[in-house]
Structures are given as structure tokens and as C-alpha cells.
């Protein structure tokens, strides 16, 4: 469990301010989830959180116009 309604959204309005800082370690493509796996069962990745681009060019896009 996560959060009720009130934190999710007390948490979301926090991080559309930037006070919120998710610790991003490394970004992967989509074709690169074998080695995030990887790297997570060897213990191998760097500390913070991991994510992968879902049909997105490239990291920190924030609207459908900058993806165009």
C-alpha cells in the first residue's frame, strides 16, 4: 500500500513543484530491460531507483508536445 487519495495527491502536488526528488539512478530503453534485470539479481545497480522508456525518444520529456 502506497497511499490514500489525500497522500497520493498531497504527493503528486509535490513533485509538479519539483520538491520531491525521486533519485533517479539510470534510465534504460525499452530494449535494455534484460540488463536492468541483470544488473538488479547481481546487486550491480547503482543506488536510487531504475526506470525504462515506454514509446518515449528520450529521458525527462514532460508533455506530448515535447515528444513530437
Known amino acids: 500500500h502506497f497511499a490514500n487519495l489525500k497522500q497520493a495527491s498531497e504527493a503528486n502536488r509535490l513533485m509538479v513543484e519539483g520538491r520531491l ?7 534504460f530503453g525499452w530494449d535494455d530491460i ?7 539479481l547481481q546487486n550491480k545497480h547503482k543506488p536510487g531507483n531504475m526506470a525504462v522508456l515506454v ?3 528520450r529521458p525527462g520529456l514532460r508533455s506530448l508536445e515535447e515528444s513530437a
Open 34 to 40: 534484460p540488463r536492468a534485470h541483470m544488473q538488479m
Open 21 to 27: 526528488d525521486p533519485c533517479m539512478s539510470e534510465v
Open 55 to 57: 514509446q518515449a525518444k
